[in-house]
């Protein structure tokens, strides 16, 4: 699982994807249909009904059918799951409500923000988290620049995935 992928799931909100999967696929059983009866091209068979004209027709499946037989029956495939709406996460509050009393900023610090979600903030995790998200080249060589850079990156994907993010902390 990749570090975006645990900060969503501690958010609560990798729930709603997981649940937007579709259904297993029925186990009906198959069965085959009669294979058609071969005929030489061009040659009507003995038997084939012919046209007004003398023109060579194909009999229809009404036509063939014997007074037992029985019309076969599929069982109907499941339809997916339609996508429900993604709702909001008050991320803003639930984030705040942990953060209270401990002296942490999150709104800030990406360091903070991992530490709060119980998850690894070490400058290792950070670097890896960084090249995940896709930090350019020159944000890498600079620990300040990447942690600022990737602070913002991940609330703007916070609130691409359904976190509701102040505006001011996405500019």
């Known amino acids: 699982m990749s ?3 645990k900060i969503l ?8 994807h997981q649940e937007q999967q579709p259904a297993a696929q029925g186990t009906g059983t198959t069965t085959s249909m009669p294979n058609k009866p071969a005929t030489t091209a061009g040659k009507p068979s003995g038997s084939a009904p012919t046209s007004e004209k003398g ?3 194909t009999p229809s499946v009404a036509d063939k059918r014997q007074p037992g037989d029985v019309a076969v029956k599929h069982e109907p495939r499941p339809m997916p799951a339609a996508p429900r709406p ?22 800030q610090s ?24 896709g930090a350019p080249a020159d944000v890498m060589t600079d620990s300040a620049r990447m942690n600022t850079w990737l602070h913002k990156e991940v609330l703007r994907k916070i609130a691409e995935n359904g976190g509701n993010i102040p505006q001011e902390l996405l500019d």
């Open 110 to 133: 990406i360091s903070d923000l991992l530490f709060l979600l119980d998850l690894d903030n070490s400058r290792e995790a950070r670097t890896e988290l960084a090249k995940e998200l």
């Open 9 to 16: 799931e501690k958010l609560g909100l990798r729930k709603e």
């Open 86 to 107: 993604m709702s909001q996460v008050d991320v803003t509050k639930m984030l705040e409500q942990k953060a209270k009393g401990t002296g942490l900023n999150w709104k």
């Open 55 to 57: 023109v060579h027709t």
């Open 3 to 5: 570090l975006f992928s």
